[in-house]
């Protein structure tokens, strides 16, 4: 929530910035009659508090804020969709094994796996024949 409070108060003193290069008025000088006010300066130590806050949370959490949420959301949607993607990979092995479906790699390595002649012995088999 504090991130929210710290962004929205970002956008407005972008705002106001914007008023002043656009239009030469600021608005917040408007507001409590001049710049050198308490109020108005007060705002002004509020809105860049809040922008360095912004600019610290930008480098702590390596390039990425979260205004609205927490990571904790944002990291369980992860899992839901890698688990999901897992699913529908799943269903889509499953479709090709009941359709009869084979890649053009695995029936390559099914027949050529087959063939007695392809079949490699190790010298550490148990299956001897006793000849």
């Known amino acids: ?7 929205a108060l970002t956008i407005a003193g972008c705002v106001n910035w914007l008023m002043i ?12 009659g001049y710049q050198g006010s308490v109020f108005s300066r007060l705002i002004y130590i ?6 360095v806050f912004l600019v610290i949370k930008l480098f702590v959490e390596k390039g990425s804020i ?9 990291i369980q949607q992860m899992r839901e969709n890698y688990a999901h993607s897992n699913i529908e990979a799943s ?9 009869g479906y084979h890649d053009s790699e695995e029936e390559n390595d099914y027949q050529a ?10 010298l ?3 299956h001897f024949d006793d000849k």
């Open 1 to 7: 929530m504090l991130t929210f409070i710290a962004f």
């Open 21 to 32: 290069g656009l239009l030469q008025y600021d608005f917040v000088a408007g507001i409590f």
């Open 46 to 51: 509020v809105i860049g508090a809040a922008a």
């Open 66 to 74: 979260h205004v609205w949420g927490g990571k904790k959301k944002k």
């Open 91 to 99: 269903k889509e092995q499953s479709r090709k094994r009941e359709s």
């Open 113 to 122: 796996s087959s063939h007695p002649q392809n079949q490699q012995i190790s």
């Open 124 to 126: 550490f088999d148990e």
